[in-house]
């Protein structure tokens, strides 16, 4: 079983910058395809971002490429994702998801642990 605890969402202002985390427990994370995850209010969840398991493959939805960076510390078991220049349109709980087996994706139905979520706001 992977736990997973999302931390570090908050309030900021239009083009502030903020550095999510996810803590992970359980599981070998290493072994994990971690990605991050996004919902605004009234709207699916969507991708944002994935990792692969050393780090060596990103994927970023194309409305955050160039502002948002994932990556991860496997001897701490540790995901983060580094937005900048956040924009209003950013506003979401934000989910981290570990994928079992598998390479690095979009689709939330392939990831196997969710954590309960961060919520970013960010005001103009």
């Known amino acids: 079983q992977v736990h997973l605890v999302e931390s570090g969402g908050a309030l900021v202002q239009a083009g502030g910058s903020l550095k999510l985390a996810c803590a992970a427990s359980g599981g070998t994370f290493s072994r994990h395809v971690m990605g991050w995850f996004r919902q605004a209010p009234g709207k699916e969840r969507e991708f944002v971002a994935t990792?692969?398991?050393?780090?060596?493959?990103?994927k970023y939805q194309n409305s955050v490429k160039g502002r948002f960076t994932i990556s991860r510390d496997n001897a701490k078991n540790i995901l983060y994702l580094q937005m900048n220049n956040l924009k209003p349109e950013d506003v979401a709980v934000y989910y981290c998801a570990a994928r079992l087996a598998g390479s690095t994706t979009t689709l939330a139905t392939a990831y196997d642990y969710w954590g309960q979520g961060t919520q970013v706001t960010v005001s103009s």
């Open positions: 990792i692969s398991r050393v780090g060596s493959v990103t």
